[in-house]
């Protein structure tokens, strides 16, 4: 059950950004503060990714490493395919990598390649949280895109406050509420003492002003 405080809150944005009259869909954004919280501790850092139960509101855009019968299969089902060859051709040029990077929500990868993708390009799919996941050659690699189609991240590195996305201002409130709650539930999994390691959350639209919800 969603916390009538949240869908509230998010009623609030949503009845803010309708005055703005924007020519373009915002984003739900969410803005996360930790506190007791020692980040120096790889450990403690956060990094997870989340599927949304009503997705994103605009599906993330997918990347792929891949080779053979996998870049076959993939073709019709990611944004991007990156064959090998390419990757001694984006190593040399990071302009054209970080524009591709900037596109693409997630990367992934087939399993053999990522030494050289780690070796070549790991510089800049790295500090960017954008690193490919491995998988196998053999993979049904429709299912994954699927689940990464509704998919966030959260990541704090070494900060305390990080960001997130929750959806789009013209999905359902109560949709964008359970997606909000599905965050901050697995946030709290992974804090040593759950919701007493979170100082606040506000969530916002992409240019509105922002909301207290825990």
Do not use: C, W
């Not at 509101?57 to 019709?76: C, H, P, Q, R, V």
């Not at 429709?142 to 990464?148: D, H, P, Q, R």
């Amino acid at each position: 059950m969603v916390e009538k405080k949240i869908i509230d809150a998010v009623q609030k944005i949503l009845e803010e950004s309708k005055k703005q009259n924007r020519k373009f869909k915002q984003n739900i954004d969410m803005v996360i503060n930790l506190k007791n919280v020692d980040l120096n501790d790889a450990k403690n850092r956060i990094d997870e990714e989340i599927i949304l139960p009503h997705g994103r509101g605009k599906k993330a855009k997918i990347a792929l490493f891949a080779t053979g019968e996998l870049a076959m299969k993939a073709k019709k089902h990611v944004d991007l395919l990156i064959k090998p060859e390419d990757i001694e051709e984006l190593s040399k040029d990071k302009k054209h990598l970080k524009k591709i990077v900037n596109e693409h929500d997630f990367f992934i990868a087939e399993a053999p390649l990522m030494p050289t993708i780690g070796k070549t390009l790991g510089v800049v799919l790295g500090p960017r949280g954008k690193m490919p996941k491995p998988v196998p050659p053999t993979i049904d690699i429709a299912n994954i895109v699927k689940n990464l189609r509704n998919t966030v991240k959260i990541r704090s590195k070494s900060n305390k406050t990080f960001h997130t996305i929750a959806g789009k201002e013209d999905m359902e409130k109560e949709h964008i509420a359970e997606n909000i709650d599905t965050i901050i539930k697995r946030l709290e999994s992974r804090l040593e003492r759950g919701r007493m390691n979170i100082e606040s959350v506000y969530i916002k639209t992409t240019m509105g002003p922002s909301e207290r919800i825990l």
